[in-house]
Every structure is written in C-alpha cells, then in structure tokens.
C-alpha cells in the first residue's frame, strides 16, 4: 500500500486510487528509486541494485540530526531534516532522482475490510470510499488512503480481503516537502510496517526451509523507541513502539554514573562500566 504516490513530473500530492499502488507484487510502475529513512536521530539513505545474484547496495549515506527534530515519529523540524537529507544525499553520490520514503506505522490508521468479489474496479473504489467512512476516524478529506486487495477471504470465497490504510494528509505533504526540499522526486511515501514485511520476505529468502513455520521476532532498536515486529509464516501478527531507546539508555548510565554525556556514550558502545 503507498499513501502517496505519483508519476514523476506530477508535484501535487493526492489521495492514491488504485488497489495495491507501488507494493511488491503490484502491476504499477517501477521506478530507479533511492530509499530514505528519517529516524529520531539520524536521515539515512540508500541506493540497491537488482542483480543476478539477488540485490545489493551501491550507495549509502548518513546525516545525523539534531535532538527534536523528530517528534513522536513525526517532523518538527522541516528545515533540519531537509537539510540533513541533502547532506546525506551528497554523502552517498547517488545521481537518483526519485525518492522513496515511509511514515511510522503509529501515524496510520490501517483495517481490513471484506467486499463482493464480483466487483469490477471503479466499483470497489467506490466501495472502499463508502467503507473508509466507517473505519477512518478522520474526515476523508483530511487522509491520503490506499487500499489493496489481499486475496479472497478465508471464511467467504464470494468476498475478498482488502487492506485499507490511511495516514492524516499533513504528515504525508510533510515528507514529501522535506524530500522534495532535497532536490528529490517524491515519488512513493510507504507505510514503514509494511516496507519491513516485504524487506523480511526477500532476507528469509537465503534461509530457505530453516525457518518455516517458525515465530520469528525483528527487533529495531532505536534512539528514543524500540520497535518489535513479530513474524508468523511471514507475517506480521505483532507491531509495537516501545518507549526504550539508545538515549535513554545513555541517559540512565549518565545518572547512574554521574558520568558526562560523552562518558555515558562511550560506556555504552564500549560495555566498560564501573
């Protein structure tokens, strides 16, 4: 599902129409992308290619960010992420143009909905629309949404299954600018949910039959949250932010210690504690 998504060239953000727009095993268009990821302490960008031997990185670059930029897993600074993205961009060399970027799964409201199968296209949209009214706790005025079409559903053959996602439009527009304010084309803004189930299924790839019908965790440790997805059959049953990250572990040594913020950090990486 992509809440965002455009051709390049159009430079105006709407509500995304179409089942499946821009996910992995979508008919929509593909693009030579770079991949960027704004977390709470650092604007992280990368560049793969696709090659016989499965995909790899070319290019990578890191900006750090300064404290509060990022809040609650939104922007507050518009002006220091732009900037530290366009720093990482120059890091990384990458001559790409076109960006792709997620929000925080916590900024979307996501249900699944279950409609005829019979219905052609313009008359599931127009269901999805009239749906959305009743799960959306926002005016759909206010939201980028998109929908896709999981499958048929387990307990009616004659209904399918439909993921629909939502996301208030000024968190959307607020990544879009500050991708579009680096020199970049906006081109899919993603769920980061979402993104990491996909990634999982292409690294579970390597392991083969090791990890089938196993309960598998991914745990993303970061500067302020820690975010615990839980895997079934390849599927997320579990996503959840957790208020625990490396600063506030940096700041519980520094009490602990009476030590400096730099002291507690270096304790930290090093594990030398008194």
Request: hydrophobic content about 40%; aromatic content about 6%.
């Amino acid at each position: 599902v992509a809440l965002f998504s455009r051709k390049a060239g159009d430079t105006s953000p709407s509500k995304s129409s179409n089942k499946g727009a821009n996910t992995a095993d979508s008919n929509q268009p593909r693009y030579s992308a770079i991949g960027v990821d704004i977390s709470t302490s650092a604007v992280k960008v990368l560049e793969m290619d696709r090659g016989r031997d499965g995909y790899k990185a070319t290019n990578v670059g890191i900006e750090p960010l300064p404290r509060d930029a990022i809040v609650e897993r939104a922007i507050s600074n518009l002006d220091a992420v732009g900037e530290a993205l366009a720093a990482a961009l120059k890091r990384s060399r990458s001559k790409r143009k076109n960006a792709i970027v997620a929000v925080a799964s916590s900024h979307v409201v996501t249900r699944t909905i279950y409609l005829p199968a019979e219905l052609n296209d313009s008359e599931l949209e127009e269901q999805v629309g009239m749906e959305a009214v009743h799960h959306i706790p926002y005016s759909l005025d206010e939201v980028n949404m998109d929908y896709l079409v999981v499958g048929p559903s387990a307990a009616d053959p004659n209904e399918n299954e439909i993921l629909l996602s939502a996301c208030r439009r000024e968190i959307v527009e607020d990544y879009a600018g500050v991708v579009a304010s680096a020199g970049l084309q906006p081109v899919i803004i993603d769920v980061d949910s979402f993104a990491v189930e996909r990634a999982y299924s292409l690294v579970t790839q390597a392991f083969g039959d090791s990890i089938q019908n196993k309960v598998i965790g991914l745990l993303d440790y970061g500067d302020t949250t820690t975010h615990l997805d839980v895997f079934v059959d390849g599927k997320i049953v579990y996503s959840r932010d957790h208020a625990f990250g490396g600063r506030i572990l940096t700041e519980n040594i520094r009490t602990r210690f009476a030590s400096s913020h730099e002291e507690a950090e270096a304790m930290k990486f090093s594990s030398d504690l008194p």
